[in-house]
């Protein structure tokens, strides 16, 4: 049976390149992938980086519609914590006008990068109006000059998105223009249970990213209250729970409960049924000997905070930065990292059986070996391997 297969590129820079061979490294496989028959190509956020070049997702995403014809391109994801929900959904709906039905918008829950990149990132402001002005449409109401949740900033996201704004908005009649007739496919995009339950009262879809958390068991937790909280919240159940309400509430006041944009009521925004995507990184090879040396050359580093914050970084040495910037108590992990590696045969069969515990409906591959042509190598015997005979291409 042929899986679904999409890529994350991270567009990594190595000694001795420069920050246009590492794009150019991205544009080459985005075009491979193509022509290789997967489904999506997303690119990553990351700020004041030694490590990654990719700091602009909507900026690298545009040069990559002009160089590829069919993939789906999108952001894996952009970190919305940062930025006006108004101003990235005109960001995406340039790029979904540029290219129609082929613009995926993947929001991210980590900062993206280190304390001193986050405080520049958030001058100024960048919170939902709803947020900002005490009221709104999305159910929720926050004291003014209090940072809005990223929830909050999703649903006002997917109203300019939709070009939807509800009445009671403050902005009501604004609109992110270019207003397109295919909107970007938004994702939640997450490595916790926390992130699932709120892709599943969205009612959007979620990817887990298992590169990052690598307890299967916790992704499996995930996608079981992804979809319990998609189902408990959909259309379907909202109206039901209308309908129970108190005879003394009119018609028009249950379906506009039924199909608002709050928090717990995703209502008309609700995709069709839960959509569930694991992001993993993998490393294929012509031999297991081959494959184990280059996942060697990774190392997976935690960075704990004494708030109890946990986050991912490249290095020890971020880490330690990281741990210097946030001026606070804090432990470093170094762990193995979580690569699935091995020859075509072996990897098959391990995303095989993820793909049937999990029951996914997609998997997207990122690798970040140092020498470009093995990452290359993996998507070819990938794709070799997943997919049916009849869709692949040499």
């Known amino acids: 049976m042929a899986i679904r297969l999409s890529i994350l590129d991270q567009s990594p820079i190595y000694e001795g390149e420069s920050a246009t061979q590492a794009f150019q490294h991205t544009i080459e496989l985005a075009q491979r992938a193509e022509q290789l028959g997967y489904h999506r190509f997303w690119v990553s956020e990351h700020h004041d980086s030694a490590n990654v070049v990719g700091s602009s997702p909507e900026v690298l995403i545009s ?30 709906n340039v790029l979904a006008a540029l290219g ?43 004291n003014a000059g209090v940072a809005p949740s990223l929830e909050d900033k999703l649903v006002e996201l997917r109203h300019f998105l939709q070009d939807e704004l509800p009445s009671e908005h403050p902005l009501h009649g604004l609109r992110a223009t270019p207003v397109v007739s295919s909107p970007p496919e938004l994702f939640v995009l997450g490595a916790s249970v926390d ?27 995930a996608f079981r209250q992804y979809r319990a909280s998609f189902e408990a919240t959909s259309p379907k159940a909202s109206h039901i729970q209308s309908q129970q309400r108190t005879h003394a509430q009119s018609h028009t006041e249950s379906h506009t409960t039924a199909h608002s944009g709050s928090h717990t009521n995703s209502g008309a925004f609700h995709v069709r049924k839960p959509y569930v995507v694991l992001a993993l990184s993998v490393i294929v090879a012509d031999s297991e000997a081959e494959a184990e040396a280059l996942a060697g050359e990774h190392m997976l580093v935690k960075i704990h905070l004494e708030n109890g914050k946990t986050l991912t970084v490249a290095s020890i040495e971020q880490a330690e930065e990281y741990g210097r910037q946030s001026a606070e108590p804090y432990r470093i992990e170094v762990l193995e990292p979580n ?50 005979p009849e869709e692949q291409v040499i």
Do not use: C, W
């Not at 980590?110 to 986050?118: D, E, I, K, M, W």
């Not at 990052?212 to 937790?221: C, Q």
């Open 195 to 221: 992130s699932a339950r709120m892709a599943g009262r969205l009612g959007l879809p979620y990817v887990f990213s298992l590169f990052i958390n690598g307890d299967v068991t916790v992704a499996e937790e």
């Open 63 to 92: 040069h990559l519609l002009a160089k590829t014809n069919t993939i789906r391109l999108g952001s894996g994801g952009v970190m919305l914590q940062h930025y006006s929900p108004y101003k990235v959904a005109e960001n995406f």
């Open 100 to 142: 129609p039905d082929r613009i995926d918008l993947g929001i991210g829950r980590a900062p993206g990068g280190l304390p001193r990149s986050t405080r520049a990132l958030q001058q100024g402001g960048g919170g939902s109006i709803e947020a900002a002005t005490d009221h709104g449409g999305t159910g929720v109401s926050n």
């Open 339 to 388: 690569v699935i590696r091995g020859t075509r045969e072996v990897v098959e069969q391990r995303l095989r059986e993820l793909h049937a515990k999990l029951a996914v409906d997609e998997l997207v591959v990122t690798t970040a070996t140092r020498v470009f042509a093995h990452r290359i190598r993996t998507f070819e015997l990938l794709s070799q391997a997943l997919r049916s």
